[in-house]
Protein backbone atom coordinates (compact mmCIF):
# COMPACT_ATOMS: atom_id res chain seq x y z
CA UNK A 1 0.00 0.00 0.00
CA UNK A 2 0.96 3.81 -0.87
CA UNK A 3 -0.07 6.24 1.79
CA UNK A 4 0.25 10.06 2.03
CA UNK A 5 -1.31 13.23 3.86
CA UNK A 6 -2.62 15.64 1.41
CA UNK A 7 -3.98 18.31 4.03
CA UNK A 8 -4.61 17.76 7.77
CA UNK A 9 -5.43 20.30 10.60
CA UNK A 10 -8.83 22.83 11.06
CA UNK A 11 -7.97 24.54 7.47
CA UNK A 12 -8.68 20.88 5.73
CA UNK A 13 -7.86 17.26 5.70
CA UNK A 14 -7.33 15.06 3.18
CA UNK A 15 -5.52 11.49 3.35
CA UNK A 16 -4.68 9.04 0.05
CA UNK A 17 -4.81 5.62 0.34
CA UNK A 18 -3.39 3.50 -2.71
CA UNK A 19 -3.05 -0.48 -3.95
CA UNK A 20 -2.09 -1.13 -7.32
CA UNK A 21 -4.61 0.43 -9.68
CA UNK A 22 -7.23 1.37 -6.81
CA UNK A 23 -7.12 4.43 -4.41
CA UNK A 24 -9.38 6.30 -2.19
CA UNK A 25 -9.64 9.40 -0.35
CA UNK A 26 -10.56 10.14 3.09
CA UNK A 27 -11.85 13.21 3.51
CA UNK A 28 -11.79 16.12 0.79
CA UNK A 29 -11.67 19.37 3.34
CA UNK A 30 -9.10 21.05 1.11
CA UNK A 31 -10.40 22.08 -2.70
CA UNK A 32 -10.50 19.42 -5.85
CA UNK A 33 -7.58 22.00 -7.41
CA UNK A 34 -5.05 21.59 -3.78
CA UNK A 35 -5.79 18.25 -3.87
CA UNK A 36 -4.77 17.43 -7.47
CA UNK A 37 -2.03 19.49 -7.03
CA UNK A 38 -0.66 17.74 -3.94
CA UNK A 39 -1.00 14.51 -5.40
CA UNK A 40 0.79 15.67 -9.00
CA UNK A 41 3.23 16.62 -7.06
CA UNK A 42 3.67 13.17 -5.27
CA UNK A 43 3.51 11.19 -8.61
CA UNK A 44 0.36 10.17 -7.68
CA UNK A 45 -2.36 9.37 -10.61
CA UNK A 46 -6.03 11.11 -10.36
CA UNK A 47 -6.77 8.10 -12.50
CA UNK A 48 -6.80 5.63 -9.32
CA UNK A 49 -8.96 7.24 -7.61
CA UNK A 50 -12.35 5.20 -6.83
CA UNK A 51 -14.22 7.07 -4.44
CA UNK A 52 -14.56 9.69 -1.42
CA UNK A 53 -15.05 8.61 2.30
CA UNK A 54 -16.50 11.42 4.20
CA UNK A 55 -15.97 11.27 8.27
CA UNK A 56 -18.72 13.93 8.81
CA UNK A 57 -20.06 16.98 8.08
CA UNK A 58 -17.40 20.04 9.39
CA UNK A 59 -16.34 21.62 6.88
CA UNK A 60 -12.59 20.78 6.51
CA UNK A 61 -13.58 16.96 6.13
CA UNK A 62 -16.24 17.81 2.86
CA UNK A 63 -15.46 21.19 2.12
CA UNK A 64 -13.97 19.68 -1.64
CA UNK A 65 -16.25 17.30 -1.88
CA UNK A 66 -19.20 18.71 -4.06
CA UNK A 67 -16.57 20.12 -6.59
CA UNK A 68 -14.67 17.12 -6.85
CA UNK A 69 -18.07 15.08 -7.42
CA UNK A 70 -18.79 17.46 -10.23
CA UNK A 71 -15.32 18.06 -11.96
CA UNK A 72 -14.29 14.63 -11.34
CA UNK A 73 -17.39 12.04 -11.90
CA UNK A 74 -15.96 10.54 -8.16
CA UNK A 75 -18.23 8.96 -5.93
CA UNK A 76 -18.82 10.62 -2.73
CA UNK A 77 -19.02 7.93 0.22
CA UNK A 78 -20.55 8.95 3.21
CA UNK A 79 -23.33 8.24 6.13
CA UNK A 80 -27.17 9.36 5.06
CA UNK A 81 -26.93 11.23 8.66
CA UNK A 82 -24.00 13.33 7.57
CA UNK A 83 -25.27 13.79 4.34
CA UNK A 84 -28.34 15.44 5.87
CA UNK A 85 -26.46 17.49 8.15
CA UNK A 86 -24.36 18.88 5.29
CA UNK A 87 -27.35 20.24 4.11
CA UNK A 88 -25.75 20.55 0.49
CA UNK A 89 -26.65 18.40 -2.80
CA UNK A 90 -23.69 16.80 -3.88
CA UNK A 91 -24.27 16.82 -7.76
CA UNK A 92 -21.88 15.26 -10.40
CA UNK A 93 -20.14 11.80 -9.31
CA UNK A 94 -22.89 9.62 -7.59
CA UNK A 95 -23.58 9.51 -3.53
CA UNK A 96 -23.52 6.14 -2.05
CA UNK A 97 -24.26 5.54 1.78
CA UNK A 98 -22.68 3.49 3.94
CA UNK A 99 -23.55 2.55 7.54
CA UNK A 100 -20.53 2.57 10.28
CA UNK A 101 -19.70 -1.07 10.62
CA UNK A 102 -20.28 -2.37 7.18
CA UNK A 103 -17.37 -2.49 4.96
CA UNK A 104 -17.10 -1.36 1.69
CA UNK A 105 -15.18 -2.72 -1.17
CA UNK A 106 -13.37 -0.40 -3.63
CA UNK A 107 -11.50 -2.45 -6.20
CA UNK A 108 -8.53 -4.22 -4.03
CA UNK A 109 -8.87 -1.80 -0.87
CA UNK A 110 -11.18 -2.44 2.06
CA UNK A 111 -12.77 0.10 3.80
CA UNK A 112 -14.35 -0.34 7.23
CA UNK A 113 -16.02 2.95 8.62
CA UNK A 114 -16.49 3.33 12.22
CA UNK A 115 -18.41 5.39 14.75
CA UNK A 116 -16.27 7.56 16.94
CA UNK A 117 -17.10 10.06 19.56
CA UNK A 118 -17.31 13.74 17.96
CA UNK A 119 -19.86 16.63 18.06
CA UNK A 120 -21.13 15.71 14.39
CA UNK A 121 -24.28 13.71 13.51
CA UNK A 122 -22.62 10.31 12.65
CA UNK A 123 -18.82 10.89 12.74
CA UNK A 124 -17.09 8.01 11.77
CA UNK A 125 -13.14 6.70 11.46
CA UNK A 126 -11.90 4.03 8.77
CA UNK A 127 -9.03 1.33 8.50
CA UNK A 128 -8.55 0.86 5.11
CA UNK A 129 -7.03 -3.19 4.37
CA UNK A 130 -5.64 -4.84 1.29
CA UNK A 131 -4.05 -8.12 1.80
CA UNK A 132 -2.29 -8.31 4.65
CA UNK A 133 -1.82 -4.44 5.58
CA UNK A 134 -3.94 -1.86 7.46
CA UNK A 135 -4.09 1.59 7.97
CA UNK A 136 -6.62 3.09 10.28
CA UNK A 137 -7.38 7.17 9.65
CA UNK A 138 -8.66 8.45 13.04
CA UNK A 139 -8.83 12.06 13.70
CA UNK A 140 -11.74 14.05 15.74
CA UNK A 141 -11.65 12.03 18.21
CA UNK A 142 -12.62 13.22 21.37
CA UNK A 143 -12.11 10.09 23.71
CA UNK A 144 -10.82 6.82 22.60
CA UNK A 145 -13.70 4.66 22.63
CA UNK A 146 -13.37 0.64 22.19
CA UNK A 147 -14.30 1.23 18.45
CA UNK A 148 -10.81 3.53 17.93
CA UNK A 149 -9.08 1.00 20.53
CA UNK A 150 -9.83 -1.74 18.03
CA UNK A 151 -8.75 -0.42 14.85
CA UNK A 152 -5.50 0.83 16.14
CA UNK A 153 -4.76 -2.56 17.19
CA UNK A 154 -4.91 -3.96 14.14
CA UNK A 155 -2.98 -0.80 12.25
CA UNK A 156 0.19 -0.67 10.28
CA UNK A 157 0.05 2.34 9.56
CA UNK A 158 -2.23 4.98 11.72
CA UNK A 159 -2.93 9.44 11.16
CA UNK A 160 -3.71 10.04 14.69
CA UNK A 161 -5.12 13.25 16.15
CA UNK A 162 -2.72 14.71 18.20
CA UNK A 163 -4.59 17.97 17.93
CA UNK A 164 -3.53 20.53 21.12
CA UNK A 165 -1.07 20.78 23.86
CA UNK A 166 -2.90 20.92 26.99
CA UNK A 167 -1.21 24.39 28.79
CA UNK A 168 -1.52 25.54 25.81
CA UNK A 169 -5.19 25.54 25.03
CA UNK A 170 -5.36 26.17 28.95
CA UNK A 171 -4.00 29.69 28.38
CA UNK A 172 -4.35 29.95 24.83
CA UNK A 173 -6.30 32.90 23.18
CA UNK A 174 -10.00 30.87 23.09
CA UNK A 175 -13.01 31.25 24.60
CA UNK A 176 -13.49 29.44 27.49
CA UNK A 177 -17.00 27.55 25.48
CA UNK A 178 -14.29 26.64 22.23
CA UNK A 179 -11.80 25.75 25.56
CA UNK A 180 -14.59 23.19 26.78
CA UNK A 181 -15.68 22.10 23.34
CA UNK A 182 -12.17 21.30 22.27
CA UNK A 183 -10.98 19.23 25.60
CA UNK A 184 -14.24 17.67 25.98
CA UNK A 185 -15.59 13.68 25.14
CA UNK A 186 -16.90 15.04 21.97
CA UNK A 187 -13.94 16.96 20.81
CA UNK A 188 -10.51 16.36 19.79
CA UNK A 189 -7.30 14.34 21.28
CA UNK A 190 -4.27 15.88 22.85
CA UNK A 191 -1.00 15.58 22.38
CA UNK A 192 -0.94 13.57 25.57
CA UNK A 193 -4.19 11.43 25.11
CA UNK A 194 -2.74 10.44 22.01
CA UNK A 195 0.48 9.04 23.05
CA UNK A 196 -1.18 7.43 25.64
CA UNK A 197 -3.43 5.44 22.94
CA UNK A 198 -0.86 4.24 21.34
CA UNK A 199 1.17 3.38 24.29
CA UNK A 200 -1.66 1.58 25.63
CA UNK A 201 -3.22 -0.25 22.48
CA UNK A 202 -0.93 0.01 19.16
CA UNK A 203 0.98 -3.51 18.53
CA UNK A 204 4.20 -3.84 17.96
CA UNK A 205 2.93 -4.21 14.06
CA UNK A 206 2.44 -0.66 14.18
CA UNK A 207 5.31 0.69 11.77
CA UNK A 208 4.33 4.54 10.86
CA UNK A 209 2.26 7.08 12.62
CA UNK A 210 1.33 10.39 11.42
CA UNK A 211 0.51 12.80 13.87
CA UNK A 212 -2.67 14.57 12.78
CA UNK A 213 -4.51 17.62 12.66
CA UNK A 214 -2.65 19.45 15.20
CA UNK A 215 -3.70 23.03 15.67
CA UNK A 216 -2.32 26.29 14.52
CA UNK A 217 -3.26 28.04 17.48
CA UNK A 218 -2.70 25.10 20.41
CA UNK A 219 -0.14 23.15 19.34
CA UNK A 220 3.32 22.71 17.79
CA UNK A 221 5.15 20.12 15.42
CA UNK A 222 8.00 19.75 17.96
CA UNK A 223 5.76 19.51 21.01
CA UNK A 224 3.38 16.85 19.68
CA UNK A 225 6.68 14.85 18.19
CA UNK A 226 8.56 15.43 21.91
CA UNK A 227 5.10 14.24 23.54
CA UNK A 228 4.16 10.77 21.60
CA UNK A 229 7.97 9.81 21.63
CA UNK A 230 8.63 10.35 24.96
CA UNK A 231 5.81 8.66 26.19
CA UNK A 232 5.65 5.63 24.22
CA UNK A 233 9.38 5.08 24.54
CA UNK A 234 8.41 3.58 27.90
CA UNK A 235 7.27 0.53 25.12
CA UNK A 236 10.59 -1.58 23.84
CA UNK A 237 8.29 -3.26 21.52
CA UNK A 238 6.83 -0.18 19.71
CA UNK A 239 9.14 1.56 17.23
CA UNK A 240 6.93 3.31 14.66
CA UNK A 241 8.52 5.90 12.21
CA UNK A 242 6.97 8.86 13.09
CA UNK A 243 6.21 12.18 11.79
CA UNK A 244 3.84 15.67 11.68
CA UNK A 245 0.68 15.60 8.90
CA UNK A 246 1.55 19.18 7.55
CA UNK A 247 -1.57 21.84 7.92
CA UNK A 248 -0.65 23.55 4.50
CA UNK A 249 1.63 20.48 2.19
CA UNK A 250 1.31 17.33 1.67
CA UNK A 251 3.66 14.55 3.39
CA UNK A 252 5.88 12.24 1.19
CA UNK A 253 4.69 8.46 0.01
CA UNK A 254 5.10 6.11 2.47
CA UNK A 255 4.87 2.34 1.02
CA UNK A 256 3.64 -0.08 3.23
Known amino acids: MKIASLASGSNGNCYYLEEGDDAVLIDAGVSRKQIIERMNRLGLSLSKLRGVFISHEHNDHIHGSDVFARKSGMEIFLTQKTYAAYGRTINGGSVSFFSPGQKVQVGSLCVHPFLKSHDA ?23 HCENVIEHLRRAD ?7 YDEQMLKTGPYPAHMKRR ?4 V ?14 HASSRLKHVFLSHLSANNNTPELALRTFMEMIGKRSDLKPEVRIASREKESRVVCL
Open 157 to 163: AVFLESN
Open 182 to 185: IASD
Open 187 to 200: GHLSNVQAAALALA
Open 121 to 143: AQPCSFSVSSADRTVAVMTDIGT
